[in-house]
C-alpha cells in the first residue's frame, strides 16, 4: 500500500510542472540595476504625486521607469519585454503607461507591469524599490 501511494505522489509532483513563462520572455538579460535617488532632486519632484513617472537612463536593459503608485513606487526595466532588442523597443512614457516604439506598439500599463489593450505573453520587468527618507532605491 505505501509503495501504491509512493508511486502516485510520484506521478502527481511530476505531472504537476511551474507554468513559468520566464522561457517565453527571453529577450530581457539579467542586467545590474543599483541606483538611488534623491527625490528632493527637481527631475524627481513630479514623483511626489500618483501615477507620475519619471525615466532613469543607463540601467538594466534600456533604462529603468518609476512610477508613484499611490501606496509606494514601482520600477520596470524600459525595454518592451516581448520581442528582441532593437532600437524601437524603448519604452516611452504616455501617462500611466508606456508604448514601445516599435510598429507593434506594445502599450502596458504602469501600475501593474501588465499589457493595454491586447493580450500579450510577457509583463514587464519589475525591480525592487526601497523607500528610505528621501531617497529612493532601485535593485534588482
Not at 501615477?51 to 533604462?63: E, T, W
Amino acid at each position: 500500500m505505501k509503495q501504491i501511494f509512493l508511486l502516485i505522489s510520484l506521478l502527481f509532483l511530476t505531472a504537476c510542472s511551474r507554468n513559468n513563462n520566464d522561457e517565453n520572455c527571453k529577450f530581457l538579460v539579467n542586467a545590474a540595476v543599483n541606483v538611488t535617488i534623491n527625490m528632493n532632486l527637481p527631475q524627481y519632484n513630479q514623483l511626489q504625486f500618483t501615477s507620475n513617472s519619471v525615466y532613469i537612463a543607463n540601467q538594466g536593459n534600456k533604462g529603468v521607469i518609476l512610477i508613484n503608485v499611490g501606496s509606494g513606487y514601482r520600477a520596470w526595466d524600459a525595454a518592451d519585454p516581448n520581442h528582441e532588442q532593437r532600437s524601437c523597443s524603448l519604452l516611452t512614457i504616455n501617462g500611466a503607461n508606456a508604448i514601445c516604439g516599435c510598429v507593434d506598439a506594445n502599450n502596458y500599463s504602469l501600475f501593474t507591469g501588465g499589457s493595454v489593450g491586447k493580450q500579450l505573453l510577457c509583463g514587464l520587468k519589475e525591480y525592487r524599490v526601497t523607500v528610505s527618507g528621501s531617497s529612493l532605491h532601485i535593485t534588482n
